[in-house]
């Protein structure tokens, strides 16, 4: 597995993966994670991966979280 880029964005922790043929972009927020797979040939240059980063596909990945955070807590707050 090869380390394309991490970063953190918004709070959120961006790791981006290449491995057995597929980009593995995964997003990290406190105890959640989201992991999306992409195969290599879909990108032409690791640089398409940026859309990922930006506009409304992170946006819907921070609503993604929101709403995991608040089943998340309902969760814990029923044990």
Do not use: A, H
């Amino acid at each position: 597995m090869r380390v394309v880029n991490e970063f953190s964005k918004d709070g959120i922790r961006v790791s981006v993966f290449s491995w057995n043929n597929k980009y593995l972009l995964k997003y990290e927020l406190g105890p959640m994670e989201q992991t999306f797979k992409i195969p290599e040939t879909d990108i032409l240059e690791e640089s398409d991966l940026d859309s990922f980063y930006q506009g409304e596909f992170f946006d819907k990945v921070v609503s993604r979280f929101k709403e995991m955070g608040e089943s998340f807590q309902k969760q814990l707050e029923n044990l």
